[in-house]
């Protein structure tokens, strides 16, 4: 079956760090959609990557897209404490959502 | 106020006893699913459902069961025969359609002793 990694698993960095989480999958994905949960919250969709290739940024975030739609990742620039939370990536199969494992991202002020 | 929601957001039953999550969306979708999630696991798929009255198993679908009797609802029941219920459950909406996102509500934590 479709199957979604994540890495890493957990991050702690400094507030004003750096940041990147990297998913892949098994299989070539039509999409490749990037969610946050907040410490005890839900999920929230991000953005959405359709083309091979695409990048997109939101503010301090760049979202990508490879090549060979098989692989994304998300980079946040000069982390703040606002950016805690886990961070996943779900491809799309039909109608079904491939949710990675998540990044939990831990911002140390 | 569009959206999706799950209630209770806390819940304690005894072990050995059935439990029924509640999750209603008021967003016009045809699809809808439970996710479990559980610390470092991410988010599994437990069932979904693209239509009333019909609904498929997701990848750990052993001990629950769903009803699609509703667009609006999809409850998830926790049978006795859950090895490990206690987890956090996700309940999500989305249109049909692969370049659609998913609405996820609140959660439920269920705690089993």
């Known amino acids: 079956g479709q199957q979604v990694m994540q890495i890493p698993q957990y991050q702690h960095v400094q507030e004003g760090e750096d940041f990147t989480t990297y998913c892949n999958s098994s299989?070539?994905?039509?999409?490749i959609q990037w969610y946050k949960q907040r410490p005890g919250g839900h999920p929230v969709f991000l953005i959405q990557?359709?083309?091979?290739?695409e990048v997109k940024k939101q503010k301090r975030l760049t979202f990508q897209f490879g090549e060979a739609k098989k692989n994304s990742s998300l980079h946040i620039t000069a982390t703040q404490t606002t950016d805690v939370g886990t961070y996943f990536c779900?491809?799309?199969?039909?109608?079904?959502?491939?949710f990675g494992t998540g990044t939990s991202l831990t911002v140390i002020p | 106020d569009g959206g999706i929601t799950q209630s209770p957001k806390y819940l304690f039953r005894k072990e050995g006893q059935n439990v029924t999550l509640s999750c209603e969306q008021n967003?016009?979708?045809?699809?809808m699913y439970w996710y479990r999630q559980d610390p470092g696991q991410g988010l599994r798929l437990i069932y979904y459902?693209?239509?009333?009255?019909?609904?498929q198993k997701g990848d750990i679908a052993e001990g629950y069961s769903v009803s699609r009797e509703k667009k609006e609802s999809f409850p998830l029941t926790v049978t006795s025969a859950q090895k490990n219920p206690t987890a956090f459950y996700l309940c999500?909406?989305?249109?049909?359609?692969?370049?659609?996102?998913?609405?996820f509500g609140q959660g439920t934590r269920l705690t089993v002793v």
């Open positions: 299989t070539t994905l039509s999409n």
């Open positions: 779900a491809g799309r199969a039909g109608n079904q959502f491939y």
């Open positions: 990557l359709v083309k091979s290739g």
């Open positions: 999500a909406s989305s249109s049909l359609g692969h370049n659609t996102e998913a609405f």
């Open positions: 459902s693209q239509i009333v009255n019909d609904f």
């Open positions: 967003l016009n979708h045809d699809a």
